[in-house]
């Protein structure tokens, strides 16, 4: 099982961008898939997931600016970044539970981050 995420890239305060992380391989289901980001000298953030049953939470910080969305058949979930601001910048991670097998255990997978710089 792979994550490959994509989307990154530097903008302007107030500009936008989308960020995408798609699984391969051997899947029987996805659970939970989440977006985290991890800015320098600072340790890890939850920024937003939704669960298999289409229910999302936000950090408050991108209540209203983000919207975490996922699409199924295509074993990929998004970020919608507006209203981007410099306290974004980070190198973002998608995270995702899965099952392998009918009956297997849930195992988290983590992709590889993409880089979102927000700067003028």
């Known amino acids: 099982v792979q994550l490959q995420a994509s989307g990154g890239g530097l903008v302007q305060p107030g500009g936008s961008l989308r960020l995408s992380c798609t699984v391969s391989?051997?899947?029987?289901?996805?659970?939970?898939m989440a977006w985290y980001r991890q800015a320098p000298g600072r340790q890890r953030e939850w920024v937003a997931s939704?669960?298999?049953?289409?229910?999302?939470n936000y950090v408050d910080s991108v209540k209203g600016r983000f919207t975490i969305s996922r699409d199924n058949a295509k074993n990929t979930v998004y970020l919608q970044m507006n209203s981007l601001k410099p306290e974004d910048t980070a190198v973002y991670s998608c995270?995702?539970?899965?099952?392998?097998?009918?009956?297997?255990?849930?195992?988290?997978?983590w992709g590889q981050g993409t880089q979102v710089t927000v700067s003028s």
């Open positions: 391989g051997s899947v029987f289901s996805l659970n939970t």
């Open positions: 939704m669960v298999s049953g289409g229910a999302s």
């Open positions: 995270n995702v539970g899965l099952r392998r097998t009918v009956g297997s255990r849930v195992t988290s997978y």
